[in-house]
């Protein structure tokens, strides 16, 4: 009974990171803000892919058993790979996720910004610095449809989640005072925008997660060996790494833009649970849309207007 019990805690406290990018390398000025909504769907293709080849497997091996006339029984790897995937599928399900981002510039040269996201699971917050650009000058006769850049930039973003599992307090079995997970993302931009119409970008990123279970829940754990004859052990924590990049266009005009974006990666997290090392991770796809609109960029009596430049043809009066 307490084998399924903390099964249950973790299908009830898993959830997948959202790892959408949905910006490009450019920050805003300061002043200017952007509001995004988004959705994006995670998808374990790995572990998926792998289950359904167990199952065919197993399948078979029914089959021949029934035909044959002989009882069917699942070795013990066999049945101990299937319980890997279906943690796995329990920490990180597949399943769409929602999120809202606040980001706004805080220089004038238009070198750093900063972001809020809200997500479905999670809160995150980012900052942004451009390390290199390139394209036509801003000061350029050309209005700003017609520009072109290209830039570069480091980011780096920490995110809470919010989850919790209320199964063991529920059953009052357990009370779980202390749940966390926290990431560490660190992602590299590259962009380039065809002025305000099309912008094309590219992040690779990395993400580091720790997610720590309540010493109760952990001790809990540990003695129920005594009682089922099952190690039923839980690790205190849990890290994994995320190795990835995210891949996205952004097509609209002036201050609205839609975007969307693929984010593949690999993700390897193998804790030791139930007394063996689990493979929890694999190849991981997030596809994710999403609407931004940002806030026009007062520039005031600045030399982008041709009236506003010297003429040298026209002679200056003199005072």
């Given at each position: ?28 000025a300061r002043g200017q803000f952007q509001v ?14 792998t289950l359904i080849d167990e199952g065919i ?46 980001r706004a510039g805080l220089l004038e040269s ?210």
């Amino acid at each position: 009974m307490r084998f399924f019990l903390l099964l249950a805690l973790l299908v009830t406290t898993g959830c997948a990171s959202t790892l959408s990018t949905l910006q490009t390398a450019k920050p805003l000025a300061r002043g200017q803000f952007q509001v995004s909504g988004a959705v994006g769907v995670f998808a374990p293709v790995g572990q998926l892919g792998t289950l359904i080849d167990e199952g065919i497997d197993q399948g078979k091996a029914i089959k021949e058993s029934v035909e044959s006339g002989q009882p069917y029984d699942l070795p013990e790897a066999e049945a101990q790979r299937l319980l890997g995937v279906g943690m796995a599928l329990a920490v990180a399900p597949p399943g769409p996720a929602n999120e809202l981002m606040i980001r706004a510039g805080l220089l004038e040269s238009s070198t750093l910004d900063v972001g809020l996201r809200l997500s479905t699971t999670s809160v995150r917050f980012d900052g942004k610095l451009r390390l290199a650009h390139g394209g036509d000058a801003e000061d350029s006769r050309l209005p700003d449809y017609r520009r072109k850049s290209y830039d570069l930039a480091l980011g780096v973003g920490f995110s809470r989640h919010v989850f919790k599992s209320p199964v063991l307090d529920a059953l009052e079995i357990v009370t779980i005072d202390e749940f966390s997970r926290w990431d560490l993302e660190v992602p590299v931009y590259l962009s380039m925008d065809l002025g305000d119409i099309f912008k094309l970008y590219a992040a690779p990123k990395y993400i580091f997660s720790r997610t720590s279970l309540d010493a109760k829940l952990v001790d809990y754990s540990q003695s129920g060996k005594d009682v089922t004859g099952f190690d039923l052990g839980l690790p205190a924590q849990v890290s994994s790494h995320f190795y990835g990049a995210s891949l996205g266009f952004a097509l609209g005009y002036r201050y609205v833009h839609l975007y969307a974006e693929l984010t593949a990666g690999y993700t390897d997290c193998r804790p030791v649970v139930f007394g063996q090392q689990r493979d929890l991770g694999g190849v991981s796809l997030y596809p994710s849309v999403g609407l931004a609109i940002k806030n026009p960029l007062s520039r005031g009596p600045r030399a982008s207007s041709p009236d506003s430049r010297p003429n040298p043809e026209r002679p200056v009066p003199s005072t």
